[in-house]
Structure formats: structure tokens, C-alpha cells
């Protein structure tokens, strides 16, 4: 095996360093020229140092199959799951229901391809420029190929002009991935029009592509000039993600090159009447360039979802998509999170959805800004060997009046953008969702929209996340926020999901919530992870779940749950009938909790998904056999990361080849307990071989040898295509 390096390659020049005064004339742009070259040079070499420190540890990384894929497909299977910071779901749209069982070599997908499967997705950095011609032939060959996608498989300029190539002519792709593969990367050198113009022409010939997803490619705006040609004249495309690509940026501050990029996009959404979904994130849009587009977004009704997040549209670029959504009749779906709007722009944006919007179903506003919930400052103690410093009484004085208005003033703001939000969901009658996480808006304004909610009846998905809902410190609980939220789902039926991590809840916060959950009837999905309520609140939750004959899904994640919380939560599962899908994972269930737990689960006739990981959960192989014999609703069930023994994986295996027909995926490894990673590998195996029905399989792999490994593949492909 490749060894790997112990150091990564050096970093590319600091961007946050200070920029020399920017010089004139055209002496001045020929001098730019010149330094855009010898940076551009620099970097090439930086970057061909770092992909071949990350072509090697992928390499040897192959074997080491544990995160990388085997583990990825069980967390999409699970629903409602979300990583710590993903909050909202990805921008680019799936057009097939399947599930892909993933690679984790790229000769592997090469030979998936070869054999014309038609939905094949290539690991990262999993080929290089040698494996090209073989990749080629094997994409003309295949005459089923559907779903490509080959996000930063090969992240050096130069080869997609082969695959252009290739695929000329082609009339099956339906989805087409390129994402982070440098093409025309204008960091590196001089973007390479060669496969721009290729990639151009193929977009507007192909009659079946509905999907392209092109992210990452940092192709700057002449690149996006190009791409676009091909888009406008394009019938079949529904879907483009233009993400992380500069669309509005010329490598040399050209700015009349830099604004072909953003009128080039105005042709497409002007000329191209079947693109539905456009994704602008992370192109450093700044408001000058949504005006280049306003005028055109305003009378545009067929696009039904745009993506800007990550952007710098401030105030002005909201206040101008304000003024587009007033007159817009297409827009289902607009998303500006992370875009440092604020309250004044927020005012703007939704002012619109009060009285003259009728159309727009999603609006995501994550970390805007415009919250001001702040933790409390913790005073030092003073150093006895330090004079306390001297202040003039009169000049602290002063310093509090002026904390003191300017702690009034972002409580008024943050106070006038809630009031707006709050009448959009008093009276506008299309938006179902609103995400408003992680924008510190805190337990005093929560009620602004809480009280609208409880007679509306078109909201069915609300995300408050990281608010502060009820303060920010734990042990000390401000309960307005939770309180008004509780009143709502007492009066409130329509609502569906409802997402409170990290709100600081505790004991007393998850005490209140749980009195609103006896009651409530439209709930179907909570997730309350992250909230540090401990066995006490976690008793709360449950007991008010007992019989709560809606919700579907439960994330209690990370809450300090214990032996007793456990107790609680089989009570509640012996006796709830809807509840689907629990995550429980970075809880301290440990062995002694798990015994009640996964009786309960083995009786359980309407659970599908259960998550353990990293529960402290040890030796339960009586439990878990007979949970797997009896049990014949679970679907997917995960205990990774705990200390679990050899003799448990062994009995979870034996009980799955004894007629277990509904378990689709395992995960159960351990880092802690006895390992033996030739015996694991070899009960994985005798599993998948005798139960046709998994399809995701981790008992461990991080030790395994590349041909067990590629066996273990091999086998969940085929219980895949299955």
C-alpha cells in the first residue's frame, strides 16, 4: 500500500492578505497581466503538489472503505437525517428514485459502466489522466448510460474534452455531473476554452440531459458566457448548478468580460423556456449583479426555484429581489441564506409575500443577520498582581448609555423584521416553509411568529434552529420563546416539521414542549438534537409521546441521554404506533440503557429506522439476536462507533441469514471492543451472500485488504440491482 504523507502540501497564498494600490492605465493592466501569470504559475505548481498528495491518500485510502462510501449510503437512507450543519436539503434536484450503491475505487465504477449500468457515480479523486481513454470507451459503450456523475474525479484541467467527445451524440444521459473538476479553472491558468466550448456544444445538441450539475469549476465569467450559450438554446434541461463558479469575475478585473458573464445568464433566463431550477451559490454575487438579472427574474414564470445562497447581496440585493418577487408569478422556491441581508433587507424581501405574492412556497433564510441575541459576557476575574485599571466614572457612564442604545436599536430592528415575517404568515396563503436558522434571533421575538402560526393553516415546515429559543448558556433557561412555541402546537394542526436543535431547551424547556406534544395532532416530524435535556427531559418527551398518534420521526441526538432516559423511551416505543424512524446517536445509552431499548424495539411493529452511533453500547449479542429474529418492521438500524464485541456482530449476522426479510441496512462496528478484521470481513460476507436484502452493509472495514473488499462490493451490487 501507497504510504501517505505525514504533512499535507503547502496552502495556496493567502487571500486575506492586504492587495497593493490597484495601478491605471494600459501600463497598469499589462502589469496586472503579468502578476495574474506568475501567481496563476505559482499556483499550478501548488496545485499539482496537492493533487498528488491527495491522489495518494485516496489510493491508500481505498482499502479503508469505513466513512467513505459503505457508511454514506445508510445516513441518505435515513430520513429526516441532517449533518451538524446541514440544515437544508441539496439544491440540486434528483430525477431518479433510485438508491446508487457506490463505488469505492474508480476502476470499479469504470467496470460498472463497461457492463451498461445505467446510474454509475465515480468516488472523489478516484482516476487520472491515464484512466481517461478506458473511462471513454466505456461511457460509448454503455447504450444505457442515464445518470453520470463524476464530481471531482479527475481535478485537473485537460480531460473533459475527451469526454465531450465521447459522449457527442448521445441521447440516453439524463443527468451529467462535472462538478470541482477544474475545468477552465482561471486560478490556475489561462481557462481552457478548448473543453468549455466542447462542454458548450454538447449541452445545446443533447435532447435527453434534463440534469447538469457544473459546481466548483471556478470557470469564472467567461466560462459562464460559454456554458450559458448553451443552456439558452437547450429544450430538454430542467436543472443547472452554475454553483462556486465566479459566473460574474474575470480573472484580470476585466469588468466589461466580467458583466458578459451575468448577460449571458439574463439570455438564458429571457430565451430558455423549460429551465425550471437555477443554483447560484458561492459565485460572490454582489448586488449590481442581481440587477444585471431583476428585470428579466420579474416577467421569467416558468423558473419555479434559484438558489443565491452564500452570496453578498446585503441590503440592496434584497431589497431588489423584493422588488422581483412583487411582480414574479413563477418563483416557487428562493433561497438567500448567508447572504449578511439584515433586518432592513428582510423587511424588503418579504414585504412583497404580505399582499402581492401568491406563488412563492419556500423561503430559506439562514444566517442572515438579523437576530441579536447575544451571550451574556463573562467578567473576568481580576489578576492580584495587577492594578486595576482606573476609569473615569462620567466615561463609563457614557459607555453604558451608548451599550444601552445600541442594544435598543437591534432589538427594534431585529423586532421590525420579525413583525414583517410575522405578517407574511398572517396572511399569505402559498408559503409552506420558511427556514429562519441559525440568525440568533432569541426567545423574545420568537412569539412575533409563533402567535400568527396558530391559526394559520398553510405552514406544514418551520426550521429554528441555533436561535437561542430559550437563551444560550445552560443552566439558565429564559422560557418566552419555548413557551410561545408550545402555544402554538397546542392551537396549531397544520404545521408538519418543526426543527429546534441547538435552542438550549434543557429539562425545563423540553418539560414545556412536551406538554404542547400531548395535544398536538399535525406534527410528524421533531427534531429537538442538541438540547441538553438529559434523562429528566428526555422522561418529558416520552411521556407525552405515549400516545401522540402522528409524529413519524424523532431526532433526539445528543442530549445527554442515560440509563434512566433510556427506560423512558422503551415505555414510549412499546406503546406509540406511529413512530417510524428515532435517532439517538452521541447519547449515554450504553449497554445497561440498550437492554430495555431494543426489547422494545423488537416488538416494535412500526419502527423502520433506529440510530446508536456512538451510544457507549457494548457485548448485548442476546439482545441484538433476538431483536433481528423477531423484529419484522426495521428497515435500516445503526450502531457504529460503539465498543461492541466480535460475538455481538456475529449474533446480528447468524439472526439476519435466519429469515430476517426487511432489514435492508447495518451498520454495527466498534473502536473499542474486540477487533478482527479478517473475521468481520468474513461474517460480512457470509451475510451478504445468504441475505439478498442488504444493501448497506459496515461491520468494520477499516482494516480489511483491497480484495475482501472489492468481494464485499461486488456483493452489495448485485443485492443493489436486485
Known sequence: MAAVPSTPPPT????????????????????????????????????????????????????????????????????????????????????????????????????????GEPHVEFPSVSLTL???????????????????????????????????????????????????????????????????????????????????????????????????????????????????????????????AAAAGMEALREVLTKNKFLKTLTLQSNDLVPENIEAIQATLEV?????????????????????????????????????????????GIHHLVDPLVSNNSTLQSLFLQKNKFGCFKPKKVQKLP???????????????????????????????????????????????????????????????????????QSNTTLTSLNLEMNHICGCTPGELECDGIEAIAAMLKANSTLKTLKLKWNFLQAEGAQLLSEALRVNSGLTSLDIARNFMGDIGCDSIAKALKKNGTLLSLNLANNGIGHHG???????????????????????????????????????????????????IGHC???IGKLFSTNTSLKTFEMADNPVDLSTISAAVEALKGGNKTLTVLSMWGRHGETDPVAQAALGIDLLENNPNIVGLDLGWSKVDGETMATIEALLQRNGAK
Open 566 to 616: 433510556a427506560g423512558a423511551l422503551a415505555e414510549m416505543i412499546s406503546s406509540n404506533t406511529t413512530l417510524t424512524s428515532i435517532d439517538l446517536q452521541d447519547n449515554d445509552i450504553d449497554t445497561q440503557g440498550f437492554q430495555p431499548l431494543s426489547a422494545a424495539i423488537t416488538q416494535s411493529a412500526t419502527l423502520q429506522c433506529v440510530d446508536f452511533t456512538r451510544c457507549g
Open 300 to 344: 421569467t414564470h416558468r423558473l419555479t426555484s434559484l438558489d443565491l445562497a452564500n452570496n453578498k447581496l446585503g441590503t440592496p440585493g434584497a431589497t431588489m429581489l423584493g422588488k422581483m418577487l412583487a411582480k414574479n408569478k413563477g418563483l416557487k422556491l428562493l433561497d438567500v441564506s448567508n447572504n449578511a441581508i439584515g433586518w432592513k
Open 383 to 453: 489578576d492580584p498582581e495587577e492594578e486595576p485599571e482606573e476609569v473615569d466614572p462620567e466615561e463609563l457612564e457614557e459607555r453604558k448609555k451608548a451599550e444601552t442604545l445600541k442594544t435598543t436599536k437591534e432589538i427594534a430592528h431585529t423586532a421590525t423584521a420579525m413583525k414583517r415575517i410575522g405578517d407574511v404568515l398572517a396572511q399569505n396563503k402559498s408559503v409552506t416553509n420558511i427556514d429562519l436558522a441559525f440568525n440568533s434571533i432569541g426567545p423574545m421575538h420568537i412569539p412575533t411568529i409563533t402567535v400568527p402560526l
Open 12 to 115: 495556496t497564498p493567502d487571500s486575506t492578505k492586504e492587495t497593493p494600490k490597484k495601478k491605471t492605465g494600459t501600463a497598469g493592466r499589462a502589469a496586472r497581466r503579468g502578476d495574474e501569470a506568475a501567481n496563476r504559475a505559482k499556483m499550478a505548481a501548488l496545485e499539482a503538489e496537492r493533487l498528488a498528495y491527495h491522489t495518494k491518500k485516496e489510493a491508500s485510502g481505498a482499502t479503508h472503505a469505513l466513512q467513505k462510501t459503505l457508511n454514506s449510503p445508510m445516513k441518505s437512507c435515513r430520513p429526516g437525517t441532517s449533518r451538524a450543519f446541514q440544515t437544508k436539503p441539496s439544491s440540486t434536484a434528483d430525477f431518479t428514485q433510485e438508491r446508487f450503491v457506490r463505488t469505492n475505487t474508480g476502476s470499479a465504477a469504470i467496470k460498472r459502466l463497461a457492463n
Open 130 to 256: 491515464e484512466d481517461v481513454p478506458t473511462l471513454c470507451e466505456a461511457v460509448n459503450n454503455n447504450k444505457n448510460l442515464q445518470h453520470l456523475d463524476l464530481k471531482r474525479a479527475i481535478p485537473v484541467n485537460g480531460w473533459v474534452e475527451q469526454l465531450m467527445d465521447t459522449l457527442e451524440g448521445n441521447e440516453s444521459i439524463v443527468f451529467l455531473g462535472l462538478a470541482e473538476n477544474q475545468i477552465g479553472f482561471m486560478h490556475v491558468e489561462e481557462p481552457k476554452m478548448g473543453a468549455l466550448n466542447k462542454l458548450k456544444t454538447f449541452i445545446d445538441s443533447c435532447e435527453s440531459i434534463r440534469c447538469l450539475n457544473l459546481a466548483g469549476n471556478l470557470f469564472g465569467a467567461a466560462g459562464t458566457e460559454l456554458i450559458c450559450q448553451g443552456v439558452r438554446e437547450n429544450v430538454s434541461l430542467r436543472t443547472v448548478d452554475l454553483s462556486g463558479n465566479l459566473i460574474a469575475t474575470s480573472p484580470d478585473d476585466d469588468e466589461e
Open 621 to 623: 449479542s442476546g439482545a
